[in-house]
């Protein structure tokens, strides 16, 4: 839900979630879906209601049986309308007192629990809230409401090459990547000529990564993802720039992770991907759980929900 409020936000910073009311009062207006706008003049009048939220990374000796549990998760973005927030337009408003506050509830009361050694998919639509999820799970984005628990290291894909710094080259970004995974630099500098030979990119791993195709991006982010050995993988909409060749091999990595690893997550809008390489799936709409079943039985009410076939384009991106 979008709630547009003349209130004095204490989260200055557009675009970041925070507590808040989530359902809006006072004036609010309902424009459909999971969004809606609400004004007024009063900060105080519509001060945030903060429920306990927590997200906790544990260490993986901790629990044999889990490796991620969510309990009722919601997450509300915090942000503006405004194209070019302007000086002026800030001196009006806060001389009526009013601020605009858009907030976004991208995920609505979300509870699944993850066992050891599952795949899980996850599909909807745009907008339905899988991204916000993962960025939650991965740590990145705080819970509004809830609580997420994860137990040992997780390593992202959120999106194409984030984190990567483009002045440098393809192998000191995997230093970096490294590092940040949380592995010794020792560790790091032993799994860097991994990652530059199972992403195949030549003499280009020593070149700034601004050289790069996005496919070649991919594939050097696709490898420090894996090649860190993760408690938990997580990868978002990334196996979709790379060719043919690149999404095999991807797909074989993402297998034998399957083993080793406590848990992967998979987005995608490619069903096709979800249905081979996933054991469990949730499908989501306007942030909540349609429904968590086995992969098949998801893509069927989804594809139905939004009456598209299983064609080869929504089994399979082309
Ligand atoms: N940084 C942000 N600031 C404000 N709102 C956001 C932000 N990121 C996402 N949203 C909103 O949160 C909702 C869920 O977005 P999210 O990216 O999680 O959806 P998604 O299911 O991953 O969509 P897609 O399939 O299009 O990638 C959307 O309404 C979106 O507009």
Redesign the pocket.
Known sequence: M?SLSASKPTNPQ???PGPTSGSGNGGAQHVGG??SMRTGRKARDKAPVSKKSEHVFRDNSGRTDLAVSVQHLSIT?R?TFERVPTFKNAIVRAGRGERAV?E?N??NDVSFDVKNGTALGII??????????M?SLAGILPPTHGRVEVWGRASTLLALGVGFNAMLSGRENVILGGLAAGLSRKEVEERANDVAQWAELGDFIDAPMRTYSSGMFQRLAFSVAVHMKPDILMV??ALSAGDAKFREKAQTKMEELRSSARAVFL?S?ALGSIKEMCDDAIW?HK?RIMMHAEPAECIDAYTQFVKVGKTPSTMEEL
């Open positions: 979008i557009p675009s970041q999971i969004f973005y942000t858009v976004i991208a995920v909807g639509s745009n907008g339905a809230g899988k991204s916000t999820i960025r978002d909409e987005v809008h989501l942030g």
